[in-house]
């Protein structure tokens, strides 16, 4: 059996790490400030009242975000590097070092979108995403083309939000939630604020649950989810009857 193996090229690796690493940094930076407002709040204001303490946090802060900046960029080139698309004679496989591979035969794949960053595969419970970046993407195409029955379909993106700029105003608006859900004293807003939350979550779980396209290596966001819910949920209970 013929396997064809197509890779990412060096020039590709480089700006893809680069694309990849920045474009989670909005979240980082404000998971890093939540942290800081919370443990600010906890200690009762302590980095408004000590200037010295403010200046060393702040001096942590910024080795810690620098060196976690160079250090994701080398892990998520070497990844790439070792990331690799596999075309059989009755399969595409997306292979992944350390990781559990996908793997979608022909005959499994119900639908084709191709955008402008690539081509998505949909399976019955699995999804593979092969980007333009690799090399040999328009081969892979043709390869794809004359061996499945099903219809490519080409989304034109020029006026859709990115979708990294939605995940991370989506992102940042819940974090600013459960860091609003920790700062103010009164109940009646910890409840205004906690409850929403709390069906986001509730919400997550059955989405995640009843879609069948989700891939099946993401299936721990329902575990992580519902154990984010229970602690929410236990949460309110105290500020509800206990303060």
Excluded: H, W
């Amino acid at each position: 059996m013929e396997v064809n193996t197509y890779t990412f090229s060096k020039s590709a690796v480089k700006k893809l790490a680069l694309k990849k690493v920045l474009g989670i940094q909005p979240l980082i930076l404000g998971a890093l400030i939540a942290a800081f407002l919370i443990a600010n709040k906890i200690e009762n204001n302590a980095f408004n009242e000590d200037k010295n303490l403010l200046l060393i946090s702040i001096g942590i802060f910024l080795i810690i975000y620098i060196g976690g900046l160079f250090s994701a960029k080398k892990s998520v080139r070497q990844v790439l590097e070792q990331t690799s698309i596999k075309i059989t004679d009755d399969s595409v496989e997306y292979c992944i070092p350390n990781g559990e591979n996908t793997r979608l035969a022909f005959k499994e794949i119900k639908n084709q979108k191709l955008s402008k960053y690539g081509l998505k595969l949909y399976g019955i419970n699995k999804q593979v995403f092969i980007s333009n970046r690799v090399t040999g993407f328009n081969e892979i195409l043709e390869s794809l083309k004359t061996n499945t029955q099903t219809r490519l379909i080409q989304y034109a993106t020029k006026y859709k939000i990115n979708q990294l700029v939605l995940n991370n105003l989506v992102g940042l608006f819940f974090m600013i939630m459960v860091t609003s859900l920790f700062i103010v004293d009164a109940k009646n807003l910890k409840l205004i604020l906690g409850i929403p939350i709390f069906l986001v979550l509730v919400y997550s779980v059955i989405t995640v649950k009843a879609d069948k396209n989700i891939p099946s290596e993401f299936n721990f966001i329902v575990r992580k989810t519902a154990f984010y819910g229970v602690v929410l949920l236990v949460y309110l209970i105290y500020v509800y009857f206990f303060t």
